[in-house]
């Protein structure tokens, strides 16, 4: 019963500050530092991102909402709470709600997220996890898609590709390094990438109305990459499988030059910083060489189809 | 195609000043009247709270963000914005989220609510509605279910009972009304009826620590609940739909006796505002008779199982 799953969480959850009504009004009250906030919302369902009878469900909870923080560290916005809403099956709904709750809480408290409450239901479908979190709206305002100026540095945290061999799950959102880098530095625009490196640079482009330039060679490959490259099971390379394969959930930043040749070599993060182009005022996504010459790149990645 | 509805939506939903990054960006920005905001989550099912075959769509659409809407009439809360998430059937997908837009859009307008993006996944299972709503912290602080207490009247809009002949899906938010009383008279606690008259009368009960005598004479009866009756279904009587049955969407109010009785003699809504009892002391909940007897009243509605 959704009472019994509110008493379990009531005692696992400590009263927070913030979100003083969490479970038992139907809304929660949430304090916030400034007059406004940024929300984003992600659905994680069973046979698409995941398949209930293969994973551990406390790496699906932890998913569900990190891809969340995810996309309020794409914008340079703290996170503040979670909202999380549940289909169960209506065979062991609790069990499988305890379970995800297991893997969510423990990200929350590390990254300071009140779970402010949310709506379960079950029924003889299959398990849906709709998790919408809440962030403040930073001091220097958000960063966004749209700000990419021709001339600025392609900046990425991290290495990509071969997320599919296990980190899919573990995702660790970016959100202390977007924090630091967006107080630190001047940042034109930002994105995470959930559906493909080529892909959502892509979509970087064409909400800054500009196009990229990529040094092919400068891509960080993820030792995953090269693993999955070298089972050979679709003859696609690391390279490919670093432009396309999504799910790193690491950020592109667009970044003035002088910022970026600083925050180069500050490097002021536990994971590397690494400039892989320029965006530059030609629409579209391009692969360029040491010679200036550039050609077409294909915006790979999972486009969602409806 | 996901960018084929967000396309087809920012065609539909024009620029809201409150949330100017709608649909482009990784999370949505919100401008805020105060530093604070309170937030609710609910789901709709396919199979459990509509039947996709049989349905006007945009009926389910609009009931999905109404219901939300209510739950932020219970607190006093003025809507701000909604992010709908949709977990849609891989074929005829894009249809049938046109058509909950097309539901959802209107009551959004009319209760002045951005429409603030959201997650859009298809999969081969049945359709999923969940909406996140996002109301204003009220001036005088948000209406709780924990402030009943023992002397209060209860209060209830409208009348009760038979809303699955057809107001289940047509609700229509206390919004306005929930608001105007909050501003003029004094509201001790409030609650939606979503699951029963009875059954969220007695939780509202346990959130104060306290109790109420309902007085069944007095309960208005929806003609629904007459109509339901007469059927002779489930050989249930006119009171016994209106007490249990739910999906009325009313809202339930502890007032103190003065601001009650100027109320009542106010009638300030369009729909009628009845006393239907009191609160008192002793926990649970009672029906009482016009000579002060009374006799335990079975909290019945729809409990959610998991």
Not at 19 to 33: E, T
Not at 177 to 189: D, T, V
Not at 238 to 248: K, N, Q, T, W, Y
Not at 259 to 284: C, H, K, N, W, Y
Request: hydrophobic content about 40%; overall charge negative; charged content about 25%.
């Amino acid at each position: 019963m959704e009472s019994e799953l509110i008493r379990h969480l009531r005692e696992r959850i400590s009263a927070d500050p913030r979100a003083p009504l969490g479970l038992s009004d139907d809304a929660a009250v949430l304090h916030l530092a400034s007059p406004g906030c940024m929300v984003t919302s992600d659905l994680l369902t069973d046979g698409v991102d995941f398949h209930l009878d293969e994973v551990d469900l406390r790496r699906v909870g932890h998913k569900s909402l990190a891809v969340n923080l995810s996309d309020l560290a794409a914008m340079a916005s703290r996170p503040i709470a979670a909202i999380v809403s549940l289909v169960l099956p209506r065979s062991d709904g609790l069990q499988i709600a305890k379970q995800l709750y297991d893997g969510m809480l423990p990200l929350a408290e590390r990254f300071d997220v009140a779970v402010a409450g949310g709506d379960t239901n079950s029924w003889d479908g299959r398990l849906v996890i709709s998790v919408t979190a809440i962030g403040e709206l930073p001091a220097r305002g958000p960063l966004t898609r749209s700000g990419a100026k021709a001339g600025d540095a392609i900046i990425v945290t991290g290495a990509f590709g071969g997320s599919i061999l296990s980190r899919h799950l573990d995702v660790e959102p970016r959100v202390r390094e977007a924090l630091l880098l967006h107080e630190r530095y001047q940042l034109h625009a930002g994105i995470d990438v959930s559906d493909g490196l080529a892909l959502d640079l892509s979509r970087l482009c064409t909400e800054s109305g500009c196009g990229a330039v990529v040094e092919l060679d400068a891509v960080p490959i993820h030792e995953d990459a090269r693993r999955l490259a070298a089972q050979k099971a679709d003859g696609r390379t690391a390279l490919e499988h670093a432009l396309g394969d999504g799910e790193d959930f690491e950020l592109i930043l667009a970044v003035p030059t002088d910022d970026a040749e600083r925050m180069l070599s500050d490097q002021p993060l536990d994971v590397p910083l690494t400039r892989i182009g320029q965006f530059i005022a030609e629409p579209g996504l391009w692969q360029g060489d040491a010679d200036g010459n550039r050609r077409p790149l294909e915006p790979t990645g999972y486009e969602h189809r409806l």
